[in-house]
């Protein structure tokens, strides 16, 4: 049998942007069981290597848990794969054992829509993110924001820095006046992203110049960087029940980017680019037989 306390300490801390990695030193995900679950899904875009589905996993399958919302074998445990369905509307299913070649300790053997369990799973909740306080003052980390990704806003480059310091922070007004915020997964918390209209604001169904990733703090919106319009798509991804619940502009934004997107930048989108990889304890997604 499977303790809620035992699987929890075997998944250890969610307060990382390794989201994978940490999902692999918890489980071996095999490459057949990944892409039946991709086939048998709604029809979506996860990216080489369906990257962006195992980041849903990874942070689907924790919920689960953490909620109590797994059933049980004697030899088997089961969660819901997050929220996704078949496109009959199905629910889908994931299946795990203990691995006889641990580590990792367990192995996802099955998922599907068909599956054997005493009893079956049901979604865990998405977590909402916080309430946006009115009035709240919003703080940029300027030099991280302008200064490292400049060339992500090259119409603003000649701009004196306050004056880029108020056109970003004008933007952001504006979308949440119109409610265009989004919930935003990162870190182990919910917040928002939100889309930055500078150029031109004619059409808001078309994609934003830049998006704002916002951390909703008690007297404050804290901005730490800007992102492309495609980047934040697999950490906005989790925090929806379908794939279609985004805005099309992202869903296009991502669609014409996915093919070339890499793990790094699905793992985690507001790494420094040229960096390399800022994610603390990544281990290798090896794929040997369990």
């Not at 990544?282 to 369990?290: F, I, K, L, S, Y």
Request: proline share 10%; glycine share 6%.
């Amino acid at each position: 049998m499977f303790g809620q306390e035992e699987l929890l300490e075997v998944l250890a801390s969610g307060t990382t942007n390794s989201v994978v990695a940490r999902f692999h030193r918890f489980a071996f995900v095999p490459r057949s069981v990944l892409d039946r679950l991709a086939r048998e899904a709604l029809s979506e875009q996860w990216g080489q290597n369906s990257f962006a589905l195992e980041k849903y996993l990874a942070v689907h399958v924790p919920w689960s848990l953490e909620q109590g919302l797994f059933t049980q074998s004697e030899n088997q445990f089961y969660t819901a794969a997050g929220h996704m369905q078949t496109r009959y509307g199905t629910p889908l299913y994931l299946v795990f054992e203990r691995n006889r070649n641990a580590p990792p300790p367990f192995v996802l053997r099955l998922a599907g829509s068909q599956i054997s369990a005493p009893e079956l799973p049901v979604p865990p909740t998405i977590p909402p993110p916080p309430t946006i306080p009115v009035g709240a003052e919003i703080v940029m980390m300027h030099d991280h924001i302008l200064g490292d990704q400049g060339d992500r806003v090259p119409f603003l480059r000649d701009t004196p820095p306050v004056a880029q310091m108020c056109a970003v922070a004008g933007a952001i007004q504006w979308s949440l006046n119109r409610g265009l915020q989004l919930p935003y997964w990162y870190f182990g918390r919910m917040s928002y992203i939100v889309p930055l209209y500078l150029q031109s604001r004619e059409n808001i169904t078309l994609a934003p110049d830049l998006v704002a990733p916002a951390q909703v703090n008690p007297n404050n919106l804290l901005v730490r960087t800007v992102l492309e319009p495609h980047m934040p798509y697999a950490n906005a991804r989790v925090a929806v029940h379908r794939h279609d619940q985004l805005p099309a502009w992202l869903l296009d934004s991502w669609t014409d980017y996915a093919a070339r997107a890499t793990e790094a930048d699905i793992e985690d989108p507001e790494r420094t680019p040229g960096a390399g990889s800022a994610l603390q304890g990544d281990v290798p997604n090896q794929r040997t037989p369990a």
